[in-house]
Every structure is written in structure tokens, then in C-alpha cells.
């Protein structure tokens, strides 16, 4: 990919270089989408100009619906050219920082770590994720992470404080060894050994040590009881009452390890990095605005205790798999000439639990190494709630100006005594403090929208900043992705919903962004923001030529006609550049094939329902809450995912959609061809060749679903319900041929 790339014009080397592919194989690419282009035109010229005669009924109508979903499919193949036109990557140069700045000139680093539920989110996997970013290769005394608890659960704080103990063992052994990844619980699960360079004692030391520290974490969690001997150790542990719950309770700040203090060290007496619990005052009756709340919490507690210039933000379940990212990531802003104007950088995210060849076509690679380069390229790769770092003013609301100079190294602790600052950030995160003031609105991250984190990210582009993209080799935070077919598809209903509520909105890209961002970003923004206006055209293209075929009905040029040339070049074209692609960011051809299975199985579920409860809203009836799936845990579904089976396991309206859609094409399949053979038919065949290949490749890629009808008998395929249903649905199509 390497090619030109862009600097600045001074005598110092920069910190990052930008590279974009070869001209030549941009302009091949674009070469490629206009003879696509071409032939989409070409596709919606046959579709006007060969309307059969109202009078003959169906045909009509499915003429119609079919001309409409293939003018969307491509009016929204254009828009994902935004996606591909000009991607630029980014690489960071840590060791010219290192030359250009003395460690004491570097800024403070304040990390904000976010969890919600500890039942879903165990407080083992919060502090691995806290450890990992307290190890950080940064100056201890500069670094800050803030603990953001949601269900203000005095185990996590117990746990927290078992891990502030831990740390000091944890990163004197990070800095001896250069460990990696830093988080404990993934370098002791996938090291089985010491590796040479380690002292064994020390090693095995550590781990037991890490082991106990588990089991006591664990009997806390399951006893919910603190020890009395934790308890005389930290204050904090008094602070709750019996009756507070996650949704009733003061707000409560304790700084359990404070940089600033020379007797905080580790065992080797260096300084730790300042750890900081906070829990928001939570009232019934007021708005706690989920996760967006307790960021913009964090910003105004981390205000008075660290201040630091830069800000970076995790969920709890993304442990830090490169110890090397802050630096990267202050090349981007520290670069004189070229990161005065950027506002954000943002890291891709990665899975740590996704097999080879994963059946829910989980490797996002053609996202993370195209989708998002390209945003990248018009300037504005978008935000999306972890793996982040900002400049802290911008995220406050300041709008961009070349004159702006940013301080690097100010320092500005309120005051130096523990409680006293502990009282003070307090007093910032009760539920009343932001009434009346912008926070939500231009400060921090914005209220009152699903996909907050997006929103904020255009906004604070809006005001004139730039964002980058920073995709190292290797990777810097590691996350857990779903594994359960039902999982990822509520998954997705819900940020499908987001995203259409956030284009029907006055936040809507184009309104939004109306010249302050590039034409190319908004385009960008709307390829998502556009899903749920997928799902009817897709359902209607894998129903109703099916049926069609099935009666006799052709909707497709025949097979010796030159308009049979623009049809199939389009969808040849198309589907071998995606697997082009994905081959080349790193996907297998198998990931690819079940990535399109997924592809469709979304756009016939998630979108649809996505777009269905919309649409509900707006008219103001009630949603359908349509979308209740069991979270699964189940060890043996584990098993299943290694083994690309796909999890079914309970009755769901998607479920049956799926199922219904896939028996439907089955029947249509074996029943249409059987008669095309009794017409004896050539002519006929060649007439229904487009309709026959299509239902042909619907059958195909929906093999899994027959084999978790058919075939398989653990407890993880169809449900007979759903079955029963589907084929009630698909019964009377059968034997009720419509008239020719
Ligand atoms: C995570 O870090 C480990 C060890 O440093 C490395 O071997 C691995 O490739 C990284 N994972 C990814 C996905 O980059």
C-alpha cells in the first residue's frame, strides 16, 4: 500500500506520516466503479424501458418492487463509495517523540475505564482491563485512571482496591520483563511457562499471586461480603448504607492510589499511576443518561484531580494489548504542523475470542482496514465509544482555531489534601449539578441520542477539528466479540435503530455537518446511518423472484439478451471485488461466504425490525419489543461457536424470519425446477435463468439453517417452533400457485 505520503514542510522529522495507496491503484479503483456504475445505469434503463403491461398483474407488481429496491440497492452502492475512495493510513513515530520530548515534558494521560453491571461484567475482567492500562509505558506520575462504576457496587470497589495492591507487584514485573499484553489475566492465560529471559520464582511468583488474587475477588463476588480487614483499610467501604442500591446512592469519589503522594510506590519504590473510583450519585427520579453520563462525570471529577490534557476512554471489557499506545497516540497531537487541528485518535476494535473462520463473520477486517482508512482520508474517522484518545478541550466543547496553542504540561491539582479533593469531585457528580449547564449538549459527550459516542465524535468535527485512525500491526486494545447468532443480531437491531434515529434527526450528517464537514464524510456517516433502509429491498429480492420462479414468472432478461450482460456483470463485479477485499485485509474466503450469510441474515432481522419499531415510534404506538434473546453462557455453546455451529437454541421472531425465508427458497428451488423440467423447457429456463441462479445461491448460503433444522440434535439448533411456524408460512405459497 505504500506510496506517496504527505509531510510537513519543516526541518524536523515528523512524528506521523500519512500514506495513501499508489495513484495507480486509485485510479484502477475508480476506473472499476464507474464501468460498475455503468452498468447499474444500465440495470435501471432495462427496468424502465421493459415494464410489462399493467394488465399483467403480478408480473407487474413484482416488476415494480423489483425496480424500486435495485434503484435503492443502487443509489446506496454509491453512497459506500465514500468508503472506498481515498483510505490513507497512519503511521506514528514513538522514538522521535522520545527525541523531541523529555519525559518531563510529555502531557498527563487521564484513562477512563466505564462499567455498568457487575453481573455481566465480572470485576475480574474490570481490573484485568484496569491493570493493562495502569502498565502503560508512560510515566507513572503522569498518568491518571479513573473508574467509572455504574451500579455503584461496593465488590467492585473491593475489587479495584485488591487490584491497587496487586499493581504494585504487577508493574515493577511489566517494566522489568517488557511484558505483553499487560493485562494479568490474558498474559497468565495464554503463557503457560516463564519465557527465558524471566527469573522462574519471580514468574511463577506472580502468577500465584494473580491466582490468589482471583480466588479472593471471586468469594467476595459470589459472598458479597467485604472482608473486615479490607475494610479498615479504605475508608471508602463505610460509605455505603444498607440501603443504597445501584439506582439509589450518594455520589462517592475515593482516590485509592494518589500519584502525587512519594508513598504510593510499588515494590520496587517507583510511583504508581493515581487510581481513582467513582461512582455518580443515582436518584430514581433523575436522568442518569447511561454511559454518556458517566463520562462527562469522569471529565468533571478527573477536572480536579489530574486535569490532564488528554483523555482516553475503554469500556471494562477491552483490555490494552499494546503498552506502547499512548505514545503513538501523542504523535498524532504533539506533531507541530500537523496535529494542531486534531481532536481525536481513534484505535480499531479487535476480538480476542474469534476463532478461524468464525460463522458469524465476526473479523471485521474490511471494516477496520478500508471502511475506516477511508473515513480517515475525508478527515473525520468517526468516534465510537472506546478505544479512544481525545484533547481534552475539544471534548469540552472548544471549537477549533489555528491560533490556539495547546499547554502540554500544565498541571492543575485543586488542592492537596485527599479528602478535601475527594469532596470536591464529589460534589461535581450529583445528579443536580448538570442541570441547567451545557454538559450533554455542547460540552462532553451528547444526551438524548442512541450512539452518543458517534454523535459526538461529528460534533466535535463540526466545530472545525479532525480525528485520525491509528491501526497498528499490533493491535491495541483487545475486546470480546458476541458469539451467539442472537446476540449479534439484537446487537445490531440496536445500533441500526440508533443510527436511522440519528439520520431522522436533527443530527443527521447532512444537517449537521452541512458545510463544516466534506461532502465524502457525510456520505460516510449515512452508509450506516442508511442500514435499516436495506431490509425491505433485501427481503423483497430474496422472496419474490424465488416465488416468482416458481410460477413462471420472469422479472430478468433471458440468458442470449444483451440487457442479461449489465445484470450479470453488476453482480459478478461487485461480489468479487468484496472478496477481493476481504482476502486482502486478512479475511479467508470462508470468513468472507459467512460474512455474507450474516450480511443477509441482518438485513432480513436487525434492519427490519430496526426499521419496523422506528417507524412504530414515529407513529407513536408502542414498540414491539420483539427482540427478547436469552444471554448465552452456556460452556456448551461455547463449544458449539469453536466448531462453526451457529446458535439458535430459542424461539425469536428473527429466528423464524430467517428460517421462513430460507424454507421458502428451498421449496421454490426443488418445486420450480422440477417444473421448468416437466415444460420441457430451454426457452423457459433460459427466461428464468437469473431467478433460478439467485434462489440457487439463497439455498447455498443458507445451508447452515437446514442443517440446525434437519440435521443437528444438540440443544443449540431450531426449535421446533420456529419450524413449525416458518412452514406455515411457507405451506400455502406452495400449493397456491398464483395465476400466470
Ligand atoms: C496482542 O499482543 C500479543 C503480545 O504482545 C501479540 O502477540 C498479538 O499479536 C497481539 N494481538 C493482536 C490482535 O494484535
Redesign the pocket.
Known amino acids: 500500500m505504500a506510496g506517496s505520503s504527505v509531510r510537513g514542510g519543516s526541518n524536523c522529522p515528523p512524528l506521523f506520516v500519512t500514506e495513501k495507496p499508489t495513484r495507480m491503484a486509485r485510479y484502477a479503483y475508480r476506473l472499476f466503479a464507474s464501468t460498475v456504475l455503468a452498468g447499474v445505469l444500465l440495470v435501471w434503463l432495462y427496468r424502465a424501458t421493459h415494464v410489462p403491461p399493467m394488465s399483467s398483474g403480478a408480473r407487474w407488481w413484482a416488476w415494480l418492487g423489483l425496480s424500486a429496491a435495485e434503484l435503492w440497492f443502487g443509489f446506496y452502492w454509491v453512497l459506500t463509495l465514500s468508503v472506498r475512495w481515498s483510505p490513507v493510513f497512519r503511521r506514528a513515530f514513538p522514538d522521535q517523540l522520545l527525541r523531541r520530548y523529555k519525559e518531563e515534558q510529555l502531557p498527563g494521560v487521564d484513562i477512563f475505564v466505564c462499567t455498568a453491571d457487575p453481573t455481566v461484567e465480572p470485576p475480574m475482567l474490570v481490573i484485568s482491563t484496569v491493570l493493562s492500562v495502569m502498565a502503560y509505558d508512560y510515566p507513572k506520575e503522569k498518568l491518571n485512571i479513573y473508574l467509572s462504576d455504574d451500579a455503584g457496587s461496593i465488590i467492585t470497589l473491593y475489587a479495584l482496591y485488591e487490584a491497587s495492591e496487586f499493581a504494585k507487584h504487577w508493574l515493577p514485573f511489566c517494566n522489568k520483563y517488557q511484558v505483553?499484553?499487560r493485562s494479568p489475566a490474558a498474559y497468565f492465560g495464554t503463557e503457560a511457562s516463564p519465557p527465558d529471559a524471566c527469573d522462574r520464582k519471580e514468574w511463577f511468583s506472580l502468577k500465584e499471586m494473580h491466582k490468589d488474587l482471583a480466588a479472593r475477588v471471586n468469594s467476595v463476588v459470589n459472598s458479597g461480603k467485604i472482608p473486615e480487614v479490607s475494610k479498615c483499610k479504605l475508608m471508602g467501604f463505610s460509605r455505603w448504607s444498607e440501603n443504597a442500591s445501584f439506582r439509589d446512592h450518594p455520589s462517592i469519589v475515593q482516590i485509592l492510589i494518589d500519584g502525587n503522594k512519594r508513598k504510593a510506590t510499588d515494590v520496587d519504590g517507583k510511583v504508581l499511576p493515581t487510581l481513582v473510583y467513582m461512582a455518580r450519585e443515582k436518584r430514581p427520579q433523575e436522568h442518569h443518561h447511561f454511559k454518556a453520563g458517566s463520562l462527562n462525570a469522569l471529565i468533571r471529577v478527573s477536572s480536579v484531580i489530574s486535569n490532564s490534557p488528554v483523555i482516553m476512554n475503554v469500556d471494562c471489557d477491552m483490555y490494552s494489548?499494546?503498552s506502547g499506545s499512548i505514545r503513538d497516540a501523542l504523535c498524532f497531537f504533539q506533531d507541530e504542523q500537523l496535529g494542531q487541528d486534531i481532536a481525536f485518535v481513534q484505535y480499531p476494535q479487535?476480538f480476542?475470542n474469534v476463532v478461524q473462520n468464525d460463522i458469524y463473520g465476526n473479523p471485521i477486517n474490511t471494516v477496520n482496514e478500508l471502511d475506516h482508512p477511508c473515513l480517515d482520508g475525508w478527515g473525520g474517522m468517526c468516534y465510537y465509544g472506546t478505544g479512544c484518545f481525545h484533547r481534552r478541550e475539544a471534548l469540552c466543547g472548544r471549537i477549533y482555531s489555528p491560533d490556539y496553542k495547546e499547554d502540554w504540561t500544565r498541571v492543575a491539582r485543586k488542592t492537596e489534601d485527599v479528602i478535601d479533593l475527594e469532596g470536591m469531585a464529589e460534589s461535581l457528580v450529583t445528579c443536580t449539578y448538570e442541570h441547567n449547564t451545557l454538559w450533554g449538549v455542547e460540552k462532553g459527550v451528547i444526551y438524548g441520542c442512541p450512539l452518543e459516542d458517534v454523535i459526538t465524535g461529528l460534533q466535535i468535527q463540526c466545530r472545525g477539528w479532525r480525528s485520525v485512525y491509528h491501526n497498528p500491526?499490533?493491535?491495541g486494545f483487545?475486546g470480546m466479540a458476541p458469539t451467539s447468532l442472537g446476540q449479534i443480531l439484537v446487537q445490531h437491531k440496536r445500533w441500526t435503530e440508533g443510527f436511522l434515529q440519528i439520520s431522522l434527526s436533527k443530527y443527521s450528517p447532512f444537517l449537521l455537518g452541512h458545510r463544516k464537514i466534506s461532502l465524502g464524510l457525510q456520505m460516510g456517516y449515512s452508509v450506516c446511518g442508511f442500514w435499516a433502509a436495506n431490509s425491505f429491498p433485501t427481503l423483497y429480492y430474496v422472496t419474490i423472484p424465488s416465488l416468482c420462479f416458481l410460477n413462471g414468472i420472469s422479472l430478468f432478461p433471458e440468458i442470449t439478451s444483451p440487457w442479461f450482460v449489465p445484470f450479470a456483470y453488476v453482480a459478478v463485479a461487485a461480489y468479487s471485488c468484496s472478496l477481493v477485499e476481504s482476502l486482502q485485509c486478512g479475511d479467508t474466503a470462508v470468513e468472507w461466504w459467512n460474512a455474507q450469510r450474516m450480511w443477509l441474515f441482518r438485513r432480513i432481522t436487525s434492519y427490519l425490525l430496526a426499521a419496523i419499531d422506528t417507524i412504530r415510534r414515529m407513529l407513536g404506538v408502542t414498540e414491539s419489543g420483539f427482540t427478547l434473546t436469552a444471554k448465552v453462557t452456556d460452556p456448551r455453546a461455547l463449544e458449539r461457536y469453536k466448531k462453526g455451529m451457529m446458535e439458535f437454541g430459542s424461539f425469536s421472531v428473527m429466528f423464524a424470519i430467517i428460517t421462513t425465508v430460507a424454507l421458502l427458497n428451498l421449496a421454490c428451488m426443488m418445486l420450480g425446477v422440477a417444473k421448468v423440467l416437466l415444460r420441457k423447457g430451454a426457452v423457459s429456463l433460459g427466461a428464468m435463468f437469473v431467478q433460478a441462479v439467485l434462489c440457487a445461491l439463497i439455498v447455498a448460503i443458507n445451508f447452515p439453517v437446514y442443517e440446525a433444522m434437519f440435521v443437528r440434535k444438540d440443544s443449540g439448533r431450531l426449535p421446533a417452533s420456529v419450524s413449525v411456524v416458518s412452514l406455515c408460512i411457507v405451506l400455502p405459497f406452495c400449493i397456491l400457485p398464483t395465476k400466470l
Open positions: 505483553e499484553p494489548n499494546n479487535n480476542e500491526p499490533r493491535k483487545l
